[in-house]
């Protein structure tokens, strides 16, 4: 393959055929607009989009439309998403259309991708054949460095692997990044002489395009062992800066916070599938992609294909750690390990904080809860010696 094939779902009005209306995005995307051109010179016509197929899907249609591989400048994600995630959302004879997948051809995939993925991040942490237990420290705003610190504390005393800021947190005056990254370190320093264990802190370095680089290494000069961005309020090219900047040696996590707008509506918009192949060239190490019980929308089967596009074999890039998240609890854990697998970072925030016992007895709540489908025995039944879980089922049940 030479060119970009995109896939869209579309809905055209009652004005416009099916074919019409997927040659109305071919031309927009490309050389084309409302009319036909007078002036155009011939040369230009290598650039054409053309129309692959068009099949009926549901309601709607799906068509394959390949956009010639010179259209692009290599490298350049933001221009990428200009041309197969562009104009087109807007036509007025489309009343709904969706990318729903893309396909680059090796020509225009070649970035760095991963600096460490699942392998790189499981080495740090030194575990194996078993899913990663993260947290995100809550309340999500408004704790003090110090208390943000004592969390984290708690978090790692009570097993779990990986720490996050909330996707909301950056460098209020509350609870300032430097500041807060020192504390958190520190006491994760503590845990670690007292448990053996170390524990990834991702410190959420999100900011304007010009500042991100910088805000990334104060943190690191503060001992910060993991970096987080929201990388589609802050782009790709921004999580692309990160990933490429030679004095960053540690892992990314991303958080994908405005997705829902995009990803949600399952005729429009842009589905996760797009999302997770641009974050794997971009260079991100872990990625949210959903769950299949927790708090936000979820279609398992989609799910299941989005986590494929970030651990299958693609053009050499390392495989992204997937991240379900989101309301998850550990009566939740078997239904997200039994569909999803176990090469995951399962992450509870309130499902660790609001046990009834506290952050340190809800991590250990989690960690007994893998450890239970990973010994084959139901949850409830691995709760009667292990109190922390009973503790978790009691208050939020298994379902
Ligand atoms: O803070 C949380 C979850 O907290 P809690 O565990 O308390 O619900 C994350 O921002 C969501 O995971 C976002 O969803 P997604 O990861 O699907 O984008
Ligand atoms: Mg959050």
Not at 154 to 183: H, W, Y
Not at 204 to 224: C, F, K, P, Q, T
Not at 321 to 345: M, R
Not at 374 to 388: Q, T, W
Request: charged share 25%; with cysteine.
């Amino acid at each position: 393959m030479e060119d970009v094939i995109a896939h869209y779902y579309f809905r055209p009005d009652e004005r416009t055929t099916p074919e019409e209306a997927a040659q109305a995005i071919a031309e927009e995307e490309t050389t084309g607009t409302w009319t036909a051109l007078t002036t155009r010179q011939d040369y230009v016509r290598r650039l054409d989009g053309i129309v692959e197929s068009v099949e009926k899907s549901g309601r709607g249609y799906l068509t394959l439309i390949r956009y010639p591989a010179e259209i692009f400048e290599p490298g350049n994600i933001p221009q990428y998403l200009s041309v197969v995630a562009g104009n087109l959302f807007g036509l007025g004879r489309l009343e709904a259309v969706r990318l729903t997948d893309v396909e680059f051809p090796e020509s225009l995939a070649r970035f760095n991708g991963p600096n460490f993925g699942t392998e790189g991040v499981r080495h740090l942490l030194g575990t194996r054949n078993r899913p990663h237990v993260g947290t995100i420290i809550k309340p999500k705003v408004g704790l003090t460095p110090a208390d943000t610190a004592h969390v984290a504390y708690e978090a790692a005393s009570g097993g779990v692997d990986f720490i996050k800021d909330d996707e909301t947190l950056t460098n209020q005056s509350f609870c300032p990044m430097n500041e807060r990254v020192e504390a958190v370190m520190a006491r994760l320093d503590e845990a670690k002489d007292e448990t053996g264990r170390q524990v990834l802190y991702a410190v959420n370095v999100s900011d304007r395009a010009d500042r991100i680089v910088e805000r990334a290494e104060e943190a690191l000069e503060r001992g910060a062992n993991t970096l987080m961005v929201d990388v589609l309020t802050c782009g790709y090219a921004a999580l692309q800066a990160l990933a490429e900047e030679p004095g960053i040696s540690v892992p990314i996590h991303v958080h994908r916070t405005m997705h829902a707008a995009m990803t949600r509506n399952p005729e429009h918009g842009i589905a996760m599938r797009p999302i997770a192949r641009l974050v794997r060239m971009a260079g991100g190490d872990q990625l949210h992609t959903g769950t299949v019980s927790g708090k936000m929308g979820h279609n398992a089967e989609e799910l299941l294909l989005d986590n494929r596009a970030l651990t299958d074999p693609w053009y050499g890039f390392r495989p992204v750690f997937p991240v379900a998240s989101g309301g998850l609890h550990p009566g939740k854990v078997h239904a997200e390990l039994a569909t999803l697998g176990t090469e995951i970072v399962l992450q509870a925030g309130g499902g660790i904080h609001g046990h009834p016992d506290g952050t340190a007895a809800g991590a250990r709540a989690m960690r007994q809860a893998v450890d239970a489908f990973l010994e084959g025995i139901s949850a409830s039944e691995y709760a009667k010696d292990h109190v922390e879980l009973y503790r978790a089922l009691e208050l939020w049940g298994t379902s």
